[in-house]
């Protein structure tokens, strides 16, 4: 047989365990996970000493465009990502101006067939403004979801009180992505604190209590409405325990952050460049955060990328935006958990791969199987590398990881068929789709 690619010599993680075998690409799909040594092709990739995973997912980033180019683009931001082993990744609508019509979806559609290094799926902002057009809005071409902000983070969108997340929960059928704090309980607490305090006064304000009552809320409304959910970044020992009985109409996703970082600590250190919404807490919700992944209660594992510009994070708390940059570091950082042991190759492809084509209805991606997008991540784990931030690509040019040693690097992107990252090098053109989802 004659294929386009030949990816030779590499321990595949399947669906179903690990194989050494040579996979076959045609058109930029898979052709076959057994090549035959005497296939050809027009190029192969030697990935002897390599893990072959299906192409990795962020599916949940803020890229910042429309916004400020000097922080965030949709090329610069798709670039970060490959380089650091990202096929695909879920982009948030909480941009300037949002993505909340279809307008502004279909203007950021053209623009990312034409610019995006990976495949790419769009939220669609969820707000009280549009609550009549979200069931037409979810099944437009490229809408990994309907986003909805329950509590207020970065920009003025949001639905926070309990009749109008109904409306919206009634709204259309595919599985709705919340930010879960209750809005009334993070201004009741406002007044509490003063500019200038420690920047550890972020997680006292947003504390554990705002993040639980929020899921909560939404867990009734899920409920009554029988809407299907998927809580981003659940933050708290306490919400961790709640969801075990909500897998009815609630997925979960789990952040980096709150399985690498620590408070008080990463408030001591880094300041400004720590303070994300929700909140990083401390190690008693680190510790729930990797027992729940252990259980299987968490569904996918993102990075919330949130690029803000360098002089705006060092401002005093609270007036440094919340957010923190992460596309580029998500795979190193997972790849090192796998080596310390807190888990295995496999239930990483299953959180970063087939999670989030399941929880979101991708279509094609998300396992190595025949038929499917010939999407990869090539990983070394044997390789031991520190993040520097010279090597972060958003122009805002900073990562709260500066320094940490990892074991474990992304040595090569492919995203159908085509090497887009190779060896810290990106390769050829922005050959970046919208991602297809079951509507
Ligand atoms: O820390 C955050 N930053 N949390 C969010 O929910 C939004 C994000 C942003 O867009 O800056
Ligand atoms: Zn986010």
Known sequence: MHYDLLIRGGTCVTPWGEERTDLGIAGGRIVTLAAAAGDTAGAVVEARGLHVLPGLIDSHVHL???????VETLPTGTRAAVLGGIATVFDMPNTVPPIADSASLETKRRYAEAQSWCDIGLYVAG?????????????????????????SSTASLMIEDDAHLERAMRAGSRRIAFHSEDEYRLQARKPLFSTGMPYRAHMEWRDEECAFLGTRRLMALARRTGRQTHILHVSTAEELAYLRDCRDVATVEVLVNHLTQVAPDCYDRLGGFGVMNPPIRGERHREASWAALREGLVDTIGSDHAPHARSAKEKPWPDCPAGLTGVQTLVPLMLDHVNAGRLSLSRLVDLMAAGPARVYGLLGKGRLAAGY????????MGARRTIEESWIASPCGWTPFAGQRVAGWPMATIVRGHVVMREDEVLGAPIGRLARFAA
């Not at 009280?128 to 979810?138: F, P, T, V, Y």
């Open 373 to 380: 997008d010939a999407d990869f991540t090539l990983v070394d």
């Open 127 to 151: 707000a009280k403004s549009n609550i009549a057009d979200l069931a037409a809005l979810e099944r437009e071409p490229g809408v990994c979801a309907i986003k909805i902000f329950a509590g």
């Open 64 to 70: 910042r465009d429309p916004g400020d180019p000097a």
